[in-house]
């Protein structure tokens, strides 16, 4: 942990000063505020993907200042419809065209005019933010006195209310132990490892300002004081050095085995030295069911050895196939796109996650702070460390490509309703049975790839009717050299 | 009548072998390996009971263990070009020093993991040699590979380095002496100019070329009679006769995977050639080019001259004094004149300017001999470099840069270059790998594995091609080149300096022809100019060496080791020899009658010059003569050529300036000293059986299936009550041209390569538990003194009517509908019943779990080194058996491919890689159940048969019957 660190700002910038100047400012002028932040909404909305505010050209070109060189009026049109513009032989328009390569801007028939002058009112006031000045060096341990780590650790779990208010405590969103149910909400650890880290979240401003309406909305009673941020963080410092704690679930199997083991023993005990129960069927029920349930026991431990179905681990990022395969829709193949012609099916680079995630910055059920985890990856060079689910042995060889591009297997046959999956589990176990039963019963498209026209006995069966389909046994499709070599 | 085969000399004389393997094997094994303490005691009921109840405790607990956490790691920023799972393949230049191949590189998920052939580009026809094939370990070798930069030993920085030696540079160039740069040939045009720029730079620098095993005497007589100082092109494939003087072309003389493409299509009786090339070979140790020859000479090293210049005189005028061998091999030369070809490999510039003169007189030159691809892979002249030696000992050659060379292992006389190497100011050292020269160094700036560098070539005349990295350096190493730039002061590295070079002279500025060359790694530019006329020198002037008494004494270089300085490679090391079968040494070959009159046997030593070496008793070695092996005896280069052998080299000294090949007047002694040689000799031996079918060129014209009529008779004889095998789709076989194959081992290398082969050592091969897949099987025939030598690969023969299938307890090996014997490795419980029941013995069990066992320092055990395995091949574990699976990984990836693009598969689309790294092409693959497939017709040659057909096995191997051209002289 100890790269994560960072230069104790908070200490020496007049943090109390600036907070107050700011209030002050959004006190003294509500109105033009209103006006602003719909401005800026609409602008990341509509503008922000082509333009960007400072720093330059993006697609589009830089719009800092473009009040000053151009009419007011002639910008609603260009934004309403600039294809027109260009077409009636605008000068100005034609000479914007020509300066940005000649790549149309998109029109926008839907914004009235009031937005589209919300958004100029909204650039001509932008400014440069100022450098953010709320930065704490919650890695630094001896920055935190015991009491100030006490204090945040019981306001985290609601043994002392906040003083403005805000009654549910920290630790029911926020996961202190691991835990198999569903929450979307970051875990204390992934809070703290999100503080600590340089290019992670600053905990002082996304406590005063929530980036995302499902944050906002979670911390709408909550209005912790300065002090009260402090103390929180420094608990998570200390919490993030700890690491969490796996719920223990109960050993039910563990223990019918033992206590069987201890019947059976005493059973055995009576039945030969003490003769206390004097019915000899009971003892020989105890010991046979003793017997069965333990060699249940057995063969079933035995058969799932190194077997992990329904094994669902918790990634590193809450990433949800439901919303991005189910709703969203979005094809398998576009993020695991070498399932087509690779034996592996790829789990996607950063890169890939950034194609939409450059536009996106907000999950419905995270808001910011998983899809931040993407930007941290991209920004500190580390890659994130996925979990992986599917795991066959080193000796059983698959191809993804064989399955997907040449047996036009659908993703689901093998891995399940992924689109249902919020969290993804193994939906098959991957024995060999499983595999072979499949090679079994599909059919392959013998008449469609010209591959086949080599099998030239299979051919003739099915031309002359006596077979109506070839399956994958029948061309070979279970013999050993198939997948172990 | 029928030949005699026999393996060695034991068989041949009824004797036992002389090399028992243990019959203990079993037991010694484990003792050596598990801890004493256990292997002494008997087990008790007691430790039984204890060892059960443990048994049951552990399993208890590790049923309810949970399984481990697998992470899947994305890229950060996917490569465009790197898809996780399959192969990149770039295109790229092997050279040793003396050897070249245009290769292409294997990559999988950014390691390389297999060399292959360049067959873009016909010259090579995709083949390679051994080495090349093993040079891709060399890469993973982390003990013998320098890792960062060191001064006196220790580690330095490269700022500190450059500083320090270019002061010291200035200083010496300033001092008005010279610094010599001494590297092996450089064949790349691109390094050549930057160290005329370095020379320019630094003024007063020399550049020297050494060779351990230098051409010296053929670029000198070359110099003298074409006035080019360089080594013609041999065209073999356009010679009818060919006369070789000690030249191992197939072997390791000049590029012998060039040459045995060319050489096989002489001997190609498979299309519509119904005649074969004629080659006569005078040599004294037997080598692989004279186990081909249809006509074997043993001769004793100093009679060379004196036969060539009775030839050049038999050439010149008919009924000379000549020897009527010589006369007669004169009448077949002048039949053929411009059809034929004779090289010789001494180093003496007189037997190269008779050969020249008799390659004159055949009116060869610009035939056979071609200058105008004149090959620029030797260029060390061994005058100079004794010349160089002088200059530093008088102090005016005051700085030394080694490149690549390692003088104080291979220079005849060690003390002697010790001490000049102690003189200069400045030494430094560009070597990649740690050698016995090294610590004679003051500085080392480590250089790249070649596969992690950029580079060009120019190996012969007018046949560029370039080389790329294909992983990124893996230590603090820093490419040569790169290294004099930074001494010279320039800002560029070597890859700008490379394209600039090639746009500027070869490429005439255009960007888009470097993508193009870059990406097939080979341009060829021809080169017209007219052949150089032959100059006469007076060879009257040669004077017969008169015979003298006592002993000769050879220095011949391996298929595997070549000069020696791979002899850190495992698999290299473990390679045997294709003719004395001997691997993990040299040894003193000597003839049985040189043997019985010096009273050496087998398992005993020679003490020569005080050394004492290893006797092996080599049928058709010359008399009175001993060939020893360079390339072993290492001191300082790794564990695995440490102490491996004696280094042979200081056993011939330096005559009139130049290296000589061979000494006169040696008195052996035989050594009260014994040794055991590992030997795969007597391994898998079959006994008198019709393994081999040979016949000559005569009778094949007679009758297409002589030597093989048994061939027709037990396929008649052939019936079974059970139903005919049918093979729906595909049904894959492999033919072996026995005519072709000359015994290189390159595929055995490359099966190792591609298949995850394990190396198991000295001791392990003693006990006959070598791992390869394939081997050469070797037969000796006729005359000890002078015998004719037959190779066989051999690989499983994927029986269709196997008897390994039927004795598996477990149905681990068992037979795939498409005709491959397969095994599952995680089914076989290692009862090894087929390996006892397999005919032709290509099974193998894993005795020990070789990948991680220490016992096995080789490199499967280290991160590093199990970086070079095939991912799409499994490991194999402890107690299973294991044999060739046709490669059916390349199958079933060429399969898929197929079904991707929705078409059938090509013939000859799928290689196994012993196909692939076959130079001669004498391993062909593919699809019987095609007909029209070039295997379905090669079944169908009446030259093809299968081993122990008469046992109704029914391989998928074929093997086409040996014919030579013995009975035309």
Redesign the interface.
Known sequence: MSQRLINPVYKQFPVRQIWLFCTILMLLAPEHARAQSEGKKLFEKNCSVCHKLGGGKLVGPELVGITQIRDREWLVKFIHDSKALIESGDPLAVQVFEENNKIPMQAFPNLSDSEVNAIIDYIDAWEPEAEKTFTVDVNQKTGFTHTEILRGERMFYGLIPFENGGKTACNSCHNTVISDTLNWSPSAADLAQSFMDPNGMNIYASMAEPGSEVMTKAHAEYKLTEQEVYNIAAYLSEFGHKGMEKQRSFPER?ILFIVFAVLMTLALIDLIFTRIVKYRFIHTGILLIGIAVHLNIAVV??QN??R?KD?A?DQPIKFSHKIHAGDNQTDCRYCHS?AD????A???????CMKCHNVVLSGRNSGKFEINKIYR??KS????????VY?LP??A?F?H??HV??GQIECETCHGPVAEMDILKQYTDLSMGWCVNCHRDTKVNFQG??????????NDMLQSGRIDSVTVE???GI????C?? | MEKKYWKSLEELNNQPPTEKGDNNTHQSGLLEIMNDEIAGKTTSRRNFLKICGYGFATAAIA??CE?P??????????PEEV????ANHYASSYFDGSEFSPIVVKVRDGRPIKIEGNDIESLTNGGTSARAQASILSLYDGEARLKTPTRDGKATSYSALDEAVVQKLTNISEAGKATALLTPPIISPSTRQLINEFIDAYPGSTHVVYEPVSYSGMLEANKMSFGKTVIPDYKFDRAEVIVSFGADFLGTWLSPAEFAAAYAKTRDLTGNQKKLSYHVQFETGLSITGSKADKRIPIKPSEEINLLRALDAALAQQGSEAPAEIQSLAHILRQNKGKSIVVSASNDVHAQLLVNHINHQLENIGQTLDFNSAFLTHQCIDAEFENLLSRIDSGEVNGLILWGVNPVYDYPDTARIVATLQKPELTVSLSSTTDETLAFMKYCSPGHHYLESWGDAEYKQGYLTLAQPAIRNIYSTRQPQDSLLKWMGKEEDYYTFLKNYWLTHILNGNEADWTTTLQKGVLLKSVSESQPSFQATDTSSIQEVPATGGYELVLYETIALGNGQYANNPWLMELPDPISKVCWDNFAAISPATASKLGAVAGGMLNIKEVDIPVLIQPGQAEDTISIAVGFGHTAMGKVANSVGKNAYPLIGVLNGSRQRYVTGITPVVSKATYALASTQMHHSMEGRPIVRETTLKEYLVSNDAGNEMHKEIEEKNITLYKEI?F???HWGMAIDLNKCTGCSTCVISCQAENNVPVVGKEEVMKYRIMQWMRIDRYYSGDEKNPEVVFQPLMCQHCDNAPCENVCPVSAT?H???G?N??????CVGTKYCINNCPYKVRRFNWFRYATNNEFDYNMNSDLGRMVLNP????RERGVVEKC?LC??RI?EK??L???E????QDGEIQPACAQGCPSGAIIFG?L??PESRISKLFKDPRNYHLLEDLHTLPSVGYLTLVKNSNEA
């Open positions: 563990r431990e035995a050895l190194s992990t094994y681990p070498i012609y690779s034996k592996s790829g789990i996607p680079s950063n890169d890939v990856a991209d060079g580390k890659p994130v460390e996925w979990i992986r795991t080193d000796h060889f191809s490509s064989q591009n040449a790839n010209h591959f086949y026209k080599s099998y030239k006995e299979l029948q061309v070979g013999d050993c050299s198939k172990h070599y | 049923s309810s399984n956490v697998k992470k899947a790691i994305p890229y950060l920023n996917k898809t996780p799972g399959m049918k729906e789709g595909h068992n795939s509908a498409e491959l397969q095994i599952a490795y995680n089914r799409d091949v499994t490991v699976s059916v990984q079933q399969k898929l197929a079904k991707n929705n078409r059938l598969l699809d159940a095609d």
